[in-house]
């Protein structure tokens, strides 16, 4: 499944910033069981804008990370928190049409 996210930066809040804390909590959950990856994608148009998939198995193992909370991951989620805005997209099952184009 899919989690997604959508991040709105602060004025004069660097994405690299976001990114930053971003990657160090990213590191800490994907040690979660279920933990498939994440991304972090910057608005073409709109650099202060940023789009968050984290993979996961399934939504029981994201749930079940979420449920437990370390104190790590809270301490850098508000170290940034001051200075973003976070939109939750929502939760995804894993596309069910995919179309792969190969350009050889």
Same mark, same amino acid.
């Given at each position: 499944?899919?989690? @997604?996210?959508?991040?709105h930066l602060q004025d004069g809040f660097k994405a690299e910033d976001y990114a930053d804390?971003?990657?160090?909590?990213s590191e800490i959950i994907q040690r979660s069981p279920g $933990?498939?990856?994440?991304? =972090?994608?910057?608005? @073409? &148009? &709109?650099?202060?804008? =940023? +789009? $968050?998939?984290?993979?996961?198995?399934?939504?029981? &193992?994201r749930d079940a990370m979420q449920a437990e909370h370390s104190k790590e991951i &809270?301490? @850098? +989620? $508000?170290?940034?928190?001051p200075f973003v805005k976070i939109h =939750?997209?929502?939760?995804f099952h894993d596309p069910q049409w995919v179309v792969n184009i190969n350009s050889d």
């Open positions: 499944m899919k989690f @997604i996210f959508e991040v804390a971003w990657v160090r909590a $933990a498939m990856g994440t991304e =972090l994608h910057r608005k @073409i &148009d &709109d650099p202060n804008v =940023l +789009i $968050a998939v984290a993979s996961w198995r399934c939504k029981e &193992d &809270d301490e @850098i +989620i $508000a170290s940034v928190a =939750l997209i929502g939760e």
